[in-house]
């Protein structure tokens, strides 16, 4: 499974290596740490589900993303993809971090990121099926980037605001994504809904020039997840992607999107930083413009989890389950995206690995569907334990939802 466990009792020392393990994000003294914070005693003091959120470990995400963009031998912009998590903490602190761009999906996250502390210029819009009550909101404010996704979406922007500067979002039909999941790849050979295809290209341009606006930005985002064995699929994407280029003149900024992903199972390879720059310096070689990069996952994913309480341990038939006080609904991506999900206890009350036995992770809410891990190893469990679900930083709770009316969580930002 991909640990190096110990044969040692009572006692957690040494302590086990786990795959998932890290300086911030281990054992000490036989409970899990997460920046230092003991995970069950904050997790007991909540006294329901909650995510905690590393704000030092949000930080060298970004610290390391900015350190690759730096290699790519062009001038680069980093934007945060708000969606990933909204948490207005953590806003505030990249806004106070100097973060130099956020991309919002919806005017309601635009409103956040301008009230966390982000000026519209260095914010950019890339949504779908915008409404003309969303466009309103948007076009109040002149220097927000806004990456049309649609031909009639240029349409409706030229006849409310002619002559403005837009992004055009294309779709290169070629993408990758966690897995090779289709899920998670929105740009390939089955047609998705994101951007405008080569085959309506001309038409974009066509409606663009007719109301005089300006197409200064590039945008293409080809899939999330993708890992140090999938560039060369994102390569390509993103050289199909620049190919549009050659038909606009007046485009400053390029934005090959997010999808930068980690690792959720031990055979995962981690992203090579190294190398993922090291493509888009090929790229753009020679190419006068800004690259720049919408990364949500690869910023926040692995800075959180979610601490849950366990509920009951039962036997059904020959499975034990682990019931747990917080289901899918707030962190979805596993049931529906088929994400490889983590449960870990947090005080272990047994080290010796061979009593560690296979167990199914169950949520509260009634789903055949709410199961956070089938076949996983863990330490006998008992009531009111406490378990982990790891990368719980991205995609959970800017997802969820109340079905079973179980959407109540806390969130807190730690050191
Ligand atoms: C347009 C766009 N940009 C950026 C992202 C962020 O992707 P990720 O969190 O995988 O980096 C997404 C995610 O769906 C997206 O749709």
Same mark, same amino acid.
Request: glycine share 10%.
């Given at each position: 499974?991909?640990?190096?466990?110990?044969?040692?009792?009572?006692?957690?020392?040494?302590?086990?290596?786990?795959?998932?393990?890290?300086?911030?994000?281990?054992?000490?003294?036989?409970?899990?740490?997460?920046?230092?914070?003991?995970? !069950?005693?904050?997790?007991?003091?909540?006294?329901?589900?909650?995510?905690?959120?590393?704000?030092?470990?949000?930080?060298? @995400?970004?610290? *390391?993303?900015?350190? =690759?963009?730096?290699?790519?031998?062009?001038?680069?912009?980093?934007?945060?993809?708000?969606?990933?998590?909204?948490?207005?903490?953590?806003?505030?602190?990249?806004?106070?971090?100097?973060? %130099?761009?956020?991309?919002?999906?919806?005017?309601?996250?635009?409103?956040?990121?301008? =009230?966390?502390?982000?000026?519209?210029?260095?914010?950019?819009?890339?949504?779908?099926?915008?409404?003309?009550?969303?466009?309103?909101?948007?076009?109040?404010?002149?220097?927000?980037?806004? @990456?049309?996704?649609?031909?009639?979406?240029?349409?409706?922007?030229?006849? $409310?605001?002619?002559?403005?500067?837009?992004?055009? *979002?294309? %779709?290169?039909?070629?993408?990758?994504?966690?897995?090779?999941?289709?899920?998670?790849?929105?740009?390939?050979?089955?047609?998705?809904?994101?951007?405008?295809?080569?085959?309506?290209?001309?038409?974009?341009?066509?409606?663009? $020039?007719?109301?005089?606006?300006?197409?200064?930005?590039?945008?293409?985002?080809?899939?999330?997840?993708?890992?140090?064995?999938?560039?060369?699929?994102?390569?390509?994407?993103?050289?199909?992607?620049?190919?549009?280029?050659?038909?606009?003149?007046?485009?400053?900024?390029? @934005?090959?999107?997010?999808?930068?992903?980690?690792?959720?199972?031990?055979?995962?390879?981690?992203?090579?930083?190294?190398?993922?720059?090291?493509?888009?310096?090929?790229?753009?070689?020679?190419?006068?413009?800004?690259?720049?990069?919408?990364?949500?996952?690869?910023?926040?994913?692995?800075?959180?989890?979610?601490?849950?309480?366990?509920?009951?341990?039962?036997?059904?038939?020959?499975?034990?389950?682990?019931?747990?006080?917080?289901?899918?609904?707030?962190?979805?991506?596993?049931?529906?995206?088929?994400?490889?999900?983590?449960?870990?206890?947090?005080?272990?009350?047994?080290?010796?690995?061979?009593?560690?036995?296979?167990?199914?992770?169950?949520? @509260?809410?009634?789903?055949?569907?709410?199961?956070?891990?089938?076949?996983?190893?863990?330490?006998?469990?008992?009531?009111?334990?406490?378990? !982990?679900?790891?990368?719980?930083?991205?995609?959970?709770?800017?997802?969820?939802? %109340?079905?079973?009316? $179980?959407?109540?969580?806390?969130?807190?930002?730690?050191?």
């Amino acid at each position: 499974m991909g640990r190096r466990l110990v044969s040692a009792r009572p006692a957690p020392a040494p302590q086990p290596g786990f795959w998932w393990a890290r300086d911030d994000l281990d054992f000490q003294d036989g409970r899990l740490h997460l920046a230092g914070v003991d995970v !069950a005693a904050r997790a007991q003091a909540a006294d329901g589900p909650l995510f905690l959120y590393s704000a030092a470990r949000v930080r060298a @995400n970004l610290a *390391r993303l900015t350190g =690759a963009l730096g290699q790519t031998g062009r001038p680069t912009r980093l934007y945060y993809a708000m969606k990933a998590n909204r948490f207005v903490p953590l806003l505030e602190a990249m806004a106070w971090w100097g973060l %130099n761009g956020i991309d919002v999906c919806s005017p309601a996250e635009l409103e956040r990121a301008l =009230a966390c502390g982000f000026a519209a210029r260095d914010v950019s819009f890339t949504g779908t099926a915008v409404a003309n009550r969303d466009l309103d909101r948007l076009l109040a404010h002149p220097e927000l980037t806004i @990456n049309c996704d649609s031909v009639g979406m240029i349409r409706r922007i030229g006849e $409310r605001t002619p002559g403005r500067a837009i992004g055009v *979002r294309v %779709n290169p039909e070629r993408g990758v994504g966690y897995g090779d999941s289709d899920k998670l790849t929105y740009a390939g050979q089955a047609a998705t809904k994101f951007g405008v295809y080569r085959a309506q290209f001309g038409e974009a341009l066509a409606t663009a $020039r007719a109301h005089g606006l300006s197409i200064t930005s590039l945008h293409f985002h080809v899939g999330c997840g993708y890992l140090d064995g999938q560039l060369g699929d994102w390569e390509a994407a993103i050289a199909a992607g620049l190919a549009f280029l050659d038909d606009l003149p007046d485009v400053r900024t390029v @934005n090959v999107g997010g999808g930068l992903g980690l690792p959720h199972r031990p055979a995962d390879a981690a992203l090579d930083l190294a190398r993922w720059a090291a493509v888009l310096k090929r790229r753009f070689a020679g190419r006068d413009v800004t690259v720049a990069v919408e990364p949500g996952d690869y910023v926040v994913k692995d800075a959180g989890l979610l601490a849950l309480q366990v509920t009951d341990v039962e036997v059904k038939r020959d499975v034990t389950f682990v019931s747990v006080d917080g289901g899918f609904n707030l962190a979805p991506e596993p049931a529906y995206y088929g994400l490889p999900c983590e449960p870990v206890a947090c005080a272990p009350r047994d080290w010796d690995a061979g009593r560690w036995a296979p167990v199914t992770v169950a949520g @509260n809410i009634n789903e055949a569907l709410d199961v956070w891990a089938a076949d996983h190893p863990m330490p006998p469990m008992a009531e009111g334990d406490i378990v !982990a679900l790891l990368n719980a930083g991205g995609y959970a709770a800017s997802m969820s939802s %109340n079905h079973c009316m $179980r959407g109540e969580f806390a969130e807190e930002l730690v050191g």
